[in-house]
Nanobody, 126 residues
Framework: QVQLVESGGGSVQAGGSLRLSCAASGWRVGSGCMGWFRQAPGKEREGVARISGGVGVTNYADSVKGRFTISQDSANKSMYLQMNNLKPEDTATYYC???????????????????WGQGTHVFVSS
């Protein structure tokens, strides 16, 4: 049974940083695509960043390029999202996800991911 557990959310002022973690069990980090998604109140869930299995090719939403960094550590069975220069519009619940269907070419849409964590809240004040 795959279980993904996010942590690291919290409240921060604009310009601050947070590091989200996603601990995986029943899933081998690096074996397939993983990603971070977020959902703000009243909005649809959107992809933030994704990382392929194997060599770990990364992709980012335009809104976070240059500010967020996704990474994975197979030894620690974890995926991370380093978020710098946070903005109020980054406020959302952040979810980690994993896909058993894709390894090297990772989709950017939520429906392409099979396993999800419960989410961690990020609030950025102005």
């Amino acid at each position: 049974q795959v279980q993904l557990v996010e942590s690291g959310g919290g409240s921060v002022q604009a310009g601050g940083s947070l590091r989200l973690s996603c601990a995986a069990s029943g899933w081998r980090v690096g074996s397939g695509c993983m990603g971070w998604f977020r959902q703000a109140p009243g909005k649809e869930r959107e992809g933030v960043a994704r990382i392929s299995g194997g060599v770990g090719v990364t992709n980012y939403a335009d809104s976070v390029k240059g500010r967020f960094t996704i990474s994975q550590d197979s030894a620690n069975k974890s995926m991370y999202l380093q978020m710098n220069n946070l903005k109020p519009e980054d406020t959302a619940t952040y979810y980690c996800a994993a896909s058993r269907r894709a390894r090297d070419h990772c989709g950017r849409d939520a429906y392409e991911y099979d396993f999800w964590g419960q989410g961690t809240h990020v609030f950025v004040s102005s």
